[in-house]
């Protein structure tokens, strides 16, 4: 039997370079065409512009009437103009009346306005007769017409290539017509969780058993990312069983394992995921959690070996599976949202590690403020339901003092003052 090589002694790759191999693996992936319908979510990989203005034609802000400005000039409610009601136009008409000197035309919200008309006058400023209009307030040319392309003129940008589309974006396409938009193909990928002390969500405890959760924290965070699972299943410490899922694995664009990457005896998968041909780019990184990850490439699959405990393995996904998984979709802005926020505790991590402290970050008057989620070990999955940021202490420290100013990836939705920080 050969000895395998002490693991324990491979040099550990400082933070900023690994997250440098680890990115400049990625290129986007194919692109698709999507109904609208499906497109919400997607990333955009077309800029789109606009084949006609919007709106198409000059319409009404308001319910009202269309006349000539010059008509109603100086009317007040003592000396009201009174107009002749020729006609009327609703949301969806042609708009094609008619409205000469002294005479006005009845108008709704959205409906076109007469070509003859050069202003509206609201509804509230008027008092209306069968026939006749009393105005009680002038107005000026243009007012309370939206013009044709005051949002958006033919032929201009509206939406750029790299855009995770949103209900906004969904909305904007749907008003020129776009049927069908091109976006980036979501990735596969395939996710392996191992142990022998793993049971199935279903099973009943037993000694020396755990449920496995990692399978249900990465399906979601896959899925938050913009991912397409593929379950891999619970595998045993044992390497035939490992291959033979890792085979599965091959035709994902991600692979993920979750254990067994450790320094532990029964830490096989770096093993089996060589073996299978993995082309190792790095294990191991100045990370804390989250220390032992290994990541490489086997064929065209990108291959992240994530630490078991379950916070590590949540933190290791964050700092570097999402953003993969975002670029490879071509967000071009795969990063979550930073905030500088005020400690209200101090926070210790290693000092020769980034330390990545789970916090609650909360919004006050004074700016954000955050506090660490405890208990603090990376085996408390419960500290992250609480955590809604990362906050990162740079290596070569071992402390954050309380006061002190400290950057917080966002992970949700910071607490408003009034929230209750301790929920
Ligand atoms: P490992 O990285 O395999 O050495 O595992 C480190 C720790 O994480 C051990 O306490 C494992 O029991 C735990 N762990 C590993 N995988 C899972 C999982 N899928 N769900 C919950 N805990 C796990
Ligand atoms: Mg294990």
Known sequence: MTVPPRREFEPVTPFDEAERIVRSTVTPL???EVALR???GRVLAERIVAPHPVP??????VDGFAVLAADVEGATPE???ELDVV????AGDLGDVMVATGTAVRIMTGAPVPASADAIVMLEWTTPGAR????ERETTPGRFIRRAGEDTRAGESMLEAGRTLGAADTGVLASIGSERVRVYRRPRVAVLVTGDELLEVGEELAPGKIRSSNNYTLAGQVRDAGGELEDLGIGRDDPRDLARRIERGRDADVLITSGGVSVGDHDEVQNVLLAAGLERLLWRVSASPGKPLLFGRMGETLVFGLPGNPVSSMVCFENFVRPVLRSLQGDTR???PRVQAKLLDSISGPESRRHFARVRVAWTADGFVAREVRPLGSGNLRSMVYANGLAIIPEGRAMAEAGELLTVVLLGFPDSEDQDAGA
């Open 30 to 32: 194919d692109v698709e």
């Open 38 to 40: 499906e497109a919400w």
């Open 56 to 61: 198409p034609f000059d319409n009404s802000m």
């Open 79 to 81: 000396s009201p103009v």
């Open 87 to 90: 006609g009327e136009v609703a």
């Open 132 to 135: 006749r209009v009393r105005v």
């Open 334 to 336: 795969p990063e979550r």
